[in-house]
């Protein structure tokens, strides 16, 4: 018995019209560049600062919890219990922050905010998506922080899973994104 298996040919007729250079940091080609993804120091310098933010009220519900009147044990379930507890925190923190403010405290801290790749604000589904994003990249073992290491364009996990980014306020102006990449140009060409 004989199998024949075919492939078919590729067609990249259009693989010209795509983005060309680092996305979404550029438009179509003629087009004029988007909104700039914030530097990776100044990201995780505000990872840190919702990370403290996140330890310091987790810390602070479990002494509440040993001052009325609950223990802590060195077994596993109990072990479980609070690994558990932390990633319900870490849930509830970048869920609330992201969906109600659409950036974390540590976000504004550092001057940053959100933005899609077509350079606008984010919608509610993005930062739904984006929510969902946190769960995914801190629960491999931080793995979709850290994929922005190696990804081309320095995005992590979330970043693709919502089509959203990381940028410096001053970029980010309440317009269409017309109006956004037409700031973002002229704040660029004052640097």
């Given at each position: 018995?004989?199998?024949?298996?075919?492939?078919?040919e590729f067609d990249?007729?259009?693989?010209?019209?795509?983005?060309?250079?680092?996305?979404?940091?550029?438009?179509?080609?003629?087009?004029?560049?988007?909104?700039?993804?914030?530097?990776?120091?100044?990201?995780?310098?505000?990872?840190?600062?919702?990370?403290?933010?996140?330890?310091?009220?987790?810390?602070?519900?479990?002494?509440?919890?040993?001052?009325?009147?609950?223990?802590?044990?060195?077994?596993?379930?109990?072990?479980?219990?609070?690994?558990?507890?932390?990633?319900?925190?870490?849930?509830?923190?970048?869920?609330?922050?992201?969906?109600?403010?659409?950036?974390?405290?540590?976000?504004?801290?550092?001057?940053?905010?959100?933005?899609?790749?077509?350079?606008?604000?984010?919608?509610?589904?993005?930062?739904?998506?984006?929510?969902?994003?946190?769960?995914?990249?801190g629960g491999t073992l931080l793995?979709?922080?850290?994929?922005?290491?190696?990804?081309?364009?320095?995005?992590?996990?979330?970043?693709?899973?919502?089509?959203?980014?990381?940028?410096?306020?001053?970029?980010?102006?309440?317009?269409?994104?017309?109006?956004?990449?037409?700031?973002?140009?002229?704040?660029?060409?004052?640097?």
């Amino acid at each position: 018995m004989e199998i024949a298996v075919l492939q078919p040919e590729f067609d990249f007729a259009g693989a010209e019209a795509h983005r060309s250079g680092k996305w979404p940091r550029r438009g179509l080609p003629g087009e004029a560049p988007l909104l700039p993804v914030a530097e990776l120091a100044d990201r995780w310098r505000a990872g840190r600062i919702d990370a403290a933010i996140l330890l310091l009220a987790y810390a602070g519900f479990l002494a509440l919890f040993g001052l009325l009147g609950g223990h802590f044990g060195f077994r596993k379930v109990d072990a479980a219990v609070c690994v558990a507890m932390l990633v319900l925190f870490h849930a509830q923190y970048f869920a609330l922050f992201t969906l109600c403010g659409g950036s974390t405290p540590g976000m504004r801290t550092c001057g940053l905010r959100l933005a899609t790749f077509d350079g606008a604000p984010p919608r509610l589904g993005q930062l739904l998506w984006r929510s969902f994003g946190y769960l995914v990249s801190g629960g491999t073992l931080l793995l979709g922080f850290l994929w922005a290491l190696w990804d081309e364009d320095h995005l992590t996990w979330h970043d693709r899973i919502s089509q959203t980014y990381v940028t410096h306020s001053e970029f980010l102006i309440e317009k269409g994104s017309t109006g956004v990449i037409a700031e973002s140009q002229r704040l660029a060409a004052e640097k």
